[in-house]
């Protein structure tokens, strides 16, 4: 196997566990494992240095040509840049194709320090996956969504995450964010 075939096959099983493990094991995400069990989530690794958003778009097309895919996930294990740059990537995403909706993941992201952690703080937490990531949900899918669907995830989030403790979760990205460093180094 090539260097860049190992680098994919290595992004998307880390990204798996993540998914997998955080997502659907920690019960974050009601849709989750139902999307992932019924393959309604595509997987699609980005390798170039420099995220560019129209590969993706040509990604979200194709999503919206598959009426079976609900969730994208565009994975960039090459990518190195802040926070603010990897939001902004993200919105030109969201500007480019309105069917899908693009939701930022980073490594970095983090829950403030030294603050109680209520549903709003842990979002970066969950957020922290081992690679720059964008989710990319159908749009119509949210549109029965309305309401107080979000902040309900979000209490419910909150009560999993306070019940098995911030530091299990954390433990546990920490040990993906391993792994995928471990692999890309062997890849």
């Known amino acids: 196997m090539n260097a860049e075939a190992a680098l994919v096959a290595a ?5 798996a566990r993540y998914v997998e493990e955080v997502v659907i094991g920690w019960g974050l995400c009601p849709w ?3 999307a992932w069990n019924e393959g309604q989530v595509r997987q699609r690794v980005f ?3 420099e995220p560019d958003v129209e590969p993706v778009a040509a990604f979200v097309d194709e999503l919206v040509a598959r009426p079976d895919a609900a969730i994208g996930l565009a994975i960039f294990p090459r990518v190195a840049c802040t926070l603010g740059a990897w939001e902004r990537f993200a919105e030109r995403v969201r500007r480019a194709r309105g069917a899908f909706l693009a939701a930022a993941f980073h490594p970095d992201y983090r829950p403030p320090d ?3 952690l209520d549903p709003a703080r ?5 957020r922290r996956t ?3 990531t964008l989710q990319l949900v159908r749009a119509s899918l949210l549109e029965n969504l309305r309401g107080q669907v979000s902040n309900d995830v979000a209490r419910d989030n909150h009560a999993t995450v306070t019940a098995r403790g911030p530091d299990a979760l954390a433990a546990l990205l920490d040990d993906i964010r391993r792994d995928r460093d471990a692999s890309y180094t062997r890849g």
Do not use: M
Not at 11 to 15: D, G, K
């Open 130 to 132: 081992p690679d720059p």
């Open 47 to 49: 390798t170039d240095a």
């Open 122 to 126: 842990l979002v970066p937490l969950i």
């Open 11 to 15: 992004a998307l099983r880390v990204n």
């Open 32 to 34: 989750a494992a139902r």
């Open 114 to 116: 030294g603050e109680a």
